[in-house]
């Protein structure tokens, strides 16, 4: 009997060590880890440029208050501005106190001009922002927020596409749409490019403030440093997390200096948010999320996306739509995609859920072709066992 809480439905394995793509069991079984803590360890498990920098970092000095400067920080937030739209950052350590940074940005910005009014945050229904009590009802899930009532206000919801019904929701109450550029949990749902500019040109015109949740599909994974960049697109607030950190407990709200300017002492904080451990990591990740790097997001994307829609024709009754965008992949299956895990996971490829019978696939982001291979060998074995 587990002492833990079973708030999770845990497969009977676990893990011993691990090295670049794969797993090993205790008994020295080996498996190909295509879900990398859920798009966590961006640079494979044990990564020496990552081992180095903890090892060292965690001799001189482990953790200080934010009452105080830390150069580590200082360094990572500088790096991160300079390679992106953002002027300003706030560090948390993980993806929904980062949403939740973000929410609290908004709201703030409008009222330090007065308009405290504008608080409405405007969501695609069943999207994911994390598991906090206004992340949970910022998402419109009736499955997440079922039993955690009362209703968090401020927020409202539109369909994935309904762009005439998110135009008539806004209204003077309205502070930001927030969305994820890519939704990941959803069901790799990737938002086309025409219409993250066309909701970028709506907060425009509306004087409202676009937030793009890249917590999943940020730091390289789609092939680019960030999803957006695909649009051409500036964002006002972007929260971040899982990637840059590599395994690392990190999350980040990036900002532009105009909405940066309302977060004024005493208006957030965290005790534990970018302690030099972290920072010391996520310098180290960043050091690594380089052009040859996002050359190989791209290139083995194109690789595996090919490949998975050769498969898709080759089993027609199998999979449904191949979905993705980098190495955020999506195979959705016609029926529900527990069995089709579990048979991948019996052939040593791990994988992950999503919604919508997707069967989530995410290699670290220096993955191999021999690697990829591999995993379609796996796949087409049990597609061909499912026909
Ligand atoms: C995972 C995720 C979160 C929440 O991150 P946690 O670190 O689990 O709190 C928020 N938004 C998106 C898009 C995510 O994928």
């Given at each position: 009997?587990?002492?833990?809480a079973f708030?999770?439905?845990?497969?009977?394995?676990?893990?011993?060590?691990?090295?670049?793509?794969f797993?090993?069991?205790?008994?020295?079984?080996?498996?190909l880890?295509?879900v990398?803590?859920?798009?966590?360890?961006?640079?494979?498990?044990?990564?020496?440029?990552?081992?180095?920098?903890?090892?060292?970092?965690?001799?001189?000095l482990?953790?200080?208050s934010?009452?105080?400067?830390?150069?580590?920080?200082?360094?990572?937030?500088?790096?991160?501005?300079?390679?992106?739209f953002?002027?300003?950052?706030?560090?948390?350590?993980?993806?929904?106190?980062?949403?939740?940074?973000?929410?609290?940005?908004?709201?703030?910005?409008?009222?330090?001009?007065?308009?405290?009014?504008?608080?409405?945050?405007?969501?695609?229904?069943?999207?994911?922002?994390?598991?906090?009590?206004?992340?949970?009802?910022a998402?419109?899930?009736?499955?997440?927020?079922?039993?955690?009532?009362?209703?968090?206000?401020?927020?409202?919801?539109?369909?994935?596409?309904?762009?005439?019904?998110?135009?008539?929701?806004?209204?003077?109450?309205?502070?930001?749409?927030?969305?994820?550029?890519?939704?990941?949990?959803?069901?790799?749902?990737?938002?086309?490019?025409?219409?993250?500019?066309?909701?970028?040109?709506?907060?425009?015109?509306?004087?409202?403030?676009?937030?793009?949740?890249?917590?999943?599909?940020?730091?390289?994974?789609?092939?680019?440093?960030?999803?957006?960049?695909?649009?051409?697109?500036?964002?006002?607030?972007?929260?971040?997390?899982?990637?840059?950190?590599?395994?690392?407990?990190i999350?980040a709200?990036?900002?532009?200096?105009?909405?940066?300017?309302?977060?004024?002492?005493?208006?957030?904080?965290?005790?534990?948010g970018?302690?030099?451990?972290?920072?010391?990591?996520?310098?180290?990740?960043?050091?690594?999320?380089n052009?040859?790097?996002?050359?190989?997001?791209?290139?083995?994307?194109?690789?595996?996306i090919?490949?998975l829609?050769?498969?898709?024709?080759?089993?027609?009754?199998?999979?449904?739509?191949?979905?993705?965008?980098?190495?955020?992949?999506?195979?959705?299956?016609?029926?529900?995609?527990?069995?089709?895990?579990?048979?991948?996971?019996d052939?040593?490829?791990?994988?992950?859920?999503?919604?919508?019978?997707?069967?989530?696939?995410l290699?670290?982001?220096?993955?191999?072709?021999?690697?990829?291979?591999?995993?379609?060998?796996?796949?087409?074995?049990?597609?061909?066992?499912?026909n």
């Open positions: 009997m587990s002492a833990l708030n999770y439905k845990r497969k009977n394995l676990s893990f011993a060590k691990g090295k670049g793509s797993l090993v069991t205790a008994q020295g079984k080996k498996y880890d295509f990398q803590g859920i798009a966590v360890n961006s640079l494979g498990h044990a990564n020496q440029k990552l081992i180095k920098a903890i090892n060292r970092q965690s001799k001189k482990w953790h200080v934010n009452a105080f400067i830390i150069p580590e920080g200082e360094k990572l937030a500088k790096r991160l501005a300079k390679r992106t953002a002027d300003s950052i706030i560090f948390q350590n993980s993806g929904a106190e980062a949403t939740e940074a973000a929410i609290k940005v908004a709201r703030r910005y409008f009222y330090s001009k007065g308009k405290e009014y504008k608080n409405r945050i405007i969501c695609i229904k069943n999207s994911f922002h994390g598991r906090t009590i206004a992340a949970i009802h998402s419109g899930s009736k499955k997440m927020t079922q039993g955690f009532g009362p209703k968090v206000p401020g927020f409202d919801h539109f369909e994935f596409g309904d762009h005439v019904k998110l135009k008539k929701m806004i209204n003077k109450n309205t502070a930001a749409i927030m969305i994820e550029t890519v939704m990941g949990e959803g069901g790799i749902k990737v938002i086309p490019t025409w219409c993250i500019k066309a909701i970028r040109e709506i907060c425009d015109k509306k004087g409202i403030l676009l937030i793009l949740d890249e917590v999943q599909c940020g730091i390289g994974r789609s092939g680019k440093f960030f999803a957006f960049e695909y649009a051409n697109v500036k964002p006002d607030i972007v929260p971040i997390a899982k990637g840059i950190g590599g395994g690392f407990p999350g709200v990036l900002m532009t200096n105009k909405v940066a300017k309302a977060m004024v002492p005493g208006t957030h904080g965290s005790t534990f970018g302690n030099p451990l972290a920072m010391a990591v996520g310098n180290a990740v960043l050091d690594q999320i052009k040859k790097l996002l050359d190989n997001v791209k290139k083995m994307s194109k690789y595996f090919s490949n829609k050769i498969l898709k024709k080759n089993y027609p009754n199998v999979i449904k739509e191949v979905r993705g965008l980098g190495l955020l992949i999506g195979l959705q299956l016609y029926k529900d995609q527990t069995n089709f895990i579990k048979k991948l996971m052939n040593k490829l791990l994988t992950i859920r999503a919604a919508e019978n997707v069967v989530r696939i290699p670290p982001l220096n993955v191999k072709k021999s690697e990829i291979d591999m995993a379609l060998k796996i796949l087409n074995k049990v597609c061909k066992e499912y």
